[in-house]
Each structure stands twice: as structure tokens, then as C-alpha cells.
């Protein structure tokens, strides 16, 4: 995964976090939804992109 890549993931995950807090505190459902959803979209594309590098980590090991 690129660097640019983790920022924007965790910048999207903290964003999230803010919404949810936000939503927390000002008894908003809809922004505590929306901070919750932006936080789990951010993790699967983490996710998503720790598959991609172990599978290139392996395919290395591979062609050595």
C-alpha cells in the first residue's frame, strides 16, 4: 500500500471517529451512522490493501 494511500485510510478512519463523537454528543443518529460506516469503510480498505502487500511480499519471496 502506498503512503498516500494509508494517510487518506486513516485520515477517512479518524473523520469518522469525529462524526461518531460528534453524533455522540449531540444525540444525532444520522452523523453517529455516518461516522460508524466512514470508520468500517476506511478498515476493509485497509484491509483490502494488507492483502495486496502480503500477496507481493509472497509473489517476492517467490522470484528470488
Same mark, same amino acid.
Request: aromatic share 2%; no cysteine.
Given at each position: 500500500?502506498?503512503?498516500?494511500?494509508?494517510? /487518506?485510510?486513516? @485520515?477517512?478512519?479518524?473523520?469518522?471517529?469525529?462524526? !461518531?463523537? +460528534?453524533? *455522540? $454528543?449531540?444525540?444525532?443518529?444520522?452523523?453517529?451512522?455516518?461516522?460508524? /460506516?466512514?470508520? @468500517?469503510?476506511?478498515?476493509?480498505?485497509?484491509?483490502? !490493501?494488507? +492483502?495486496? *502487500? $502480503?500477496?507481493?511480499?509472497?509473489?517476492?519471496?517467490?522470484?528470488?
Amino acid at each position: 500500500m502506498g503512503l498516500g494511500d494509508k494517510i /487518506k485510510n486513516k @485520515a477517512q478512519e479518524a473523520s469518522g471517529k469525529v462524526k !461518531e463523537t +460528534v453524533g *455522540d $454528543a449531540t444525540n444525532n443518529e444520522n452523523l453517529q451512522a455516518e461516522g460508524l /460506516k466512514d470508520q @468500517a469503510a476506511a478498515k476493509a480498505k485497509q484491509a483490502g !490493501e494488507a +492483502v495486496k *502487500d $502480503a500477496a507481493k511480499d509472497v509473489r517476492d519471496e517467490f522470484n528470488k
